[in-house]
C-alpha cells in the first residue's frame, strides 16, 4: 500500500507500529491469490560454489515443502542426537513454498552415514533428499549468492479485492511489458514483511526493548534485533521513495556498483554527508532510540543498496500470462526479498 506519510512513533505505548512503506510506481490497480500452495512459489538457493568433496562438514542439498527452515535443522539435529549449533544453513526459507536450499552438518569424525535409507529413517516430513557432498566449513547466513523464484500469481483482477472480472488479453500484454520494465529498473530494496514477524511481532519486541528497556528472550534477541535494523533501513528507503531519490544519487551519497544506499544501523557514524546525511538523520529522528539500542547490541555501521533488480543474466528473468495466472522468474542475490519485486505488481491476497 502506498503510504503518504512517515511513520509516527510519538506514543511508545502503542501495539501497532507503521509497516505500509511507499511504492515506487503507480499502482497497476491489480490483485492476485498468492501463496495458494506451496507450489506457487518455488524458491531454489544458488550457492555459487561447489563442495569441496572433503572435510568436517556434510552438506545436504534438500527440497522442503510447507515447512521452515529452522524448523528442518532442529529436526536433523534433534534425530541425529546433535546439538542445535552443528547444522548450518545459507538463509531461512519460506515455509509456506517449494523451497531447495543446502544444510551443513558438522560431522569431523564422520559418523553420519548417507545413504537411500537417510532421509526416511530421518523421518522429516515435507522433506526430500537430493544430494550431499563433504566440505570444509559450516554453512552461514548469507553464504549463499543467490535466490532464483518461480512465482505464480493466481486469478488476476483489477482492484485491490477479488472480483469476477478477468484481465482482457490486450491489457495482459500491456502488464507482461510493464512488468518486466519494472523489474528489469528495479523497485525499492526493502526488506519484507516477513522479518517483521506475524503482524508486526518482532517489531512491537524491539520498540519494548529499546524504548521500554524490556528486554526480549535470549532466544529471541537476534531476531528482533535483525527486524529493528531492516525497519531502520526501510524508513530511510522510505524517505527517499517519497523525494524520488530511491534509485537515483543525492549530493554525499555513499554509492556501491553506482548504486546509492542507505544505512544498516550500528556503531560509528554515518558515512553519508551533506544532502544525503540531512535526509538519513531527519528519516530517522523518531528511531533515535532504536538506533541508540542497535549501537548497544554491538551491531557496526554498514551500507545496504536502495535498488533491487534481479541478476545474473545467464538466468531467465521472465514474466507471462498463463490464462489468468501472472507467472514471474527471477534471480535475487541473497537477502533480497521477492515480496519487495511483488508489491510492485499487485495487491496479494494470501491463502
Not at 506457487?40 to 527452515?69: A, M, S, Y
Request: net charge negative; charged share 25%; glycine share 6%.
Amino acid at each position: 500500500m502506498i503510504s503518504s506519510s512517515e511513520p509516527n512513533f510519538e506514543s511508545t505505548d502503542q501495539t501497532n507500529i507503521p509497516q505500509d512503506f511507499p511504492m515506487a510506481y503507480p499502482t497497476l490497480n491489480l490483485s492476485a491469490q498468492f501463496k495458494s500452495c506451496p507450489e506457487d512459489f518455488v524458491v531454489n538457493e544458488n550457492l555459487g560454489f561447489k563442495p569441496t568433496g572433503e572435510g568436517e562438514h556434510c552438506l545436504l542439498h534438500i527440497e522442503k515443502t510447507g515447512q521452515n527452515t529452522q524448523w528442518v535443522a532442529d529436526q536433523l539435529a534433534l534425530n541425529l542426537n546433535l546439538d542445535k549449533k552443528a547444522v548450518g544453513y545459507c538463509g531461512r526459507k519460506d515455509r509456506h513454498a517449494v523451497t531447495r536450499q543446502w544444510l551443513s552438518i558438522y560431522d569431523p569424525h564422520r559418523h553420519i552415514s548417507i545413504d537411500d535409507e537417510f532421509m526416511h529413517n530421518l523421518a522429516i516430513e515435507g522433506v526430500t533428499l537430493l544430494e550431499h557432498a563433504r566440505h570444509s566449513h559450516k554453512l552461514r547466513p548469507g553464504d549463499h549468492v543467490s535466490n532464483q523464484f518461480h512465482i505464480r500469481l493466481r486469478n488476476v483482477n483489477e482492484g485491490a479485492k477479488e472480483s469476477e472480472k478477468s484481465l482482457e488479453d490486450n491489457q495482459k500484454l500491456f502488464l507482461v511489458d510493464e512488468i518486466m520494465q519494472r523489474l528489469l529498473k528495479g523497485v525499492p530494496n526493502y526488506f519484507g514483511a516477513q522479518r517483521f514477524g506475524r503482524d508486526g511481532s518482532n517489531l512491537r519486541s524491539a520498540a519494548n526493548w529499546f524504548e521500554k528497556k524490556q528486554t526480549p528472550p535470549r532466544r529471541q534477541k537476534s531476531m528482533v534485533m535483525s527486524a529493528a535494523r531492516s525497519y531502520v533501513f526501510n524508513t530511510v528507503l522510505a524517505a527517499r521513495v517519497h523525494q524520488n531519490c530511491w534509485a537515483s544519487d543525492i549530493k554525499g551519497d555513499v554509492l556501491v556498483n553506482s548504486i546509492p544506499t542507505a544505512p544498516l544501523w550500528g556503531r560509528g557514524r554515518l558515512a553519508s554527508e551533506t544532502e544525503a546525511l540531512l535526509l538519513e538523520e531527519a528519516a530517522l529522528a523518531e528511531l533515535s532510540s532504536w538506533c541508540h539500542g542497535l549501537e548497544h547490541c554491538g551491531l557496526k555501521q554498514e551500507r545496504r543498496a536502495t535498488v533491487l533488480a534481479p541478476i545474473n543474466k545467464q538466468f531467465k528473468t521472465a514474466v507471462e500470462f498463463d490464462g489468468d495466472d501472472l507467472v514471474l522468474t527471477f534471480e535475487l542475490a541473497a537477502g533480497a526479498f521477492a515480496t519487495s519485486i511483488l508489491a510492485e505488481v499487485a495487491v496479494l491476497r494470501e491463502a
